[in-house]
């Protein structure tokens, strides 16, 4: 099959680092980038010996593209899924697909009904350690696995301006361990009990966000999961999960560069490079995410992290921020019938 030429929506942080692999990755030929920024999009083009469009727009019209990469702002992922959708292009889009239930149903609608290739990016679970205990767990070698523990600590908090746009911190930040979960386990949640503290910057108050939370969740099998985040971790960026099993215990994200100091006499001290952010720690999951996404394109596999799963996520994140309102558990079905989908 002849070699793709792909679009690339959005020429910020995450676009610029797609840009750069998606020319190192098997099976693309040309890349086109656009943005809402005509000048950004041109100064990406330019640096990578790609192509700048004029617009967005121009990828679904006269671009004769194979597939589209979604890398723009939040609030314009759903719209951009669905003209790729009546276009009836593939795309891979970073999460999420929209920060509401409703915008994210009519997205994935649009896209079941056209027949698309629909992949969100969860990243973690093209992660070299979060695949190996997915095999491990599921081969049986930590037996009965009764409690998992899920870590998302951010070395600083975001602009202030982000904070209205993101979703708040279930929605954008944890979305990723609630999808790791499901991922790992195949199991699904049945109720949440979510709690969070705002005592950080005045911005996170002001618009009804909080910095800290930690949310406990109970599987359908009875598995405990306790989720924790915050946006003040000051030791560096630390993603870890522990699974705790009958038999055996494994933790992904404990190497080298894990921001974490053991007080133990012999134990060890401080990383001397910690990891400072998530495109350091997962650009080797970020790579493969979008190698997945060409080989699916070209029809050589499924999509390993097909549109829905960005739903079921959601879910789980709008029963957290329910439960922590309310202080009360939450089922994710709650939500779901609140929002029409169920």
């Known amino acids: 099959m002849r070699n793709l030429r792909i679009a690339l929506l959005g020429a910020g942080r995450i676009g610029s680092f797609h840009a750069a692999t998606l020319t190192r990755t098997t099976g693309v030929g040309d890349l086109l980038i656009a943005d809402a920024d005509p000048a950004r999009a041109a100064a990406l083009a330019a640096r990578i010996q790609a192509k700048a469009l004029d617009s967005p727009e121009e990828a679904f019209t006269t671009a004769d593209v194979d597939a589209v990469v979604i890398a723009t702002a ?12 009546r276009a009836g292009l593939p795309a891979f889009c970073e999460k999420p697909i929209a920060v509401d239930l409703p915008g994210t149903a009519r997205a994935l609608a649009e896209a079941e009904r056209a027949g698309t290739l629909l992949q969100i990016g969860f990243q973690r679970r093209f992660d070299a350690g979060y695949r190996a205990a997915r095999e491990a767990l599921r081969a049986g070698r930590l037996g009965r696995v009764h409690t ?17 746009l993101s979703g708040g911190l279930f929605r954008d930040c944890m979305v990723h361990d609630f999808d790791t979960v499901r991922w790992l386990t195949g199991r699904e949640v049945t109720e949440v009990y979510a709690r969070g503290s705002d005592a950080g910057a005045p911005a996170f108050r002001e618009h009804g966000d909080v910095d800290t939370a930690c949310a406990l969740l109970t599987l359908d099998d009875g598995t405990l999961v306790s989720a924790t985040a915050t946006r003040y971790n000051g030791a560096g960026y630390d993603v870890r999960t522990e699974l705790c099993g009958d038999r055996d215990q494994w933790a992904v994200g404990l190497d080298a560069r894990t921001p974490l100091t053991s007080a133990e006499p012999a134990g060890p001290g401080a990383p001397e490079r910690p990891w400072p952010g998530f495109l350091e720690r997962f650009e080797s999951a970020y790579r493969a995410e979008l190698d997945a996404f060409v080989r699916a394109v070209r029809g050589a596999l499924d999509s390993p992290c097909p549109g829905r799963e960005g739903l079921n996520a959601l879910l789980i994140a709008e029963a957290c921020e329910l439960s922590r309102r309310e202080n009360r558990p939450v089922g994710p079905a709650e939500p779901a019938v609140a929002a029409g989908l169920g």
Do not use: N
């Open 74 to 85: 939040t609030a314009a992922h759903a719209d951009l899924i669905t003209r790729a959708a």
């Open 148 to 164: 998992i523990r899920a870590v998302t600590s951010d070395p600083a908090p975001p602009p202030a301006e982000f904070l209205p």
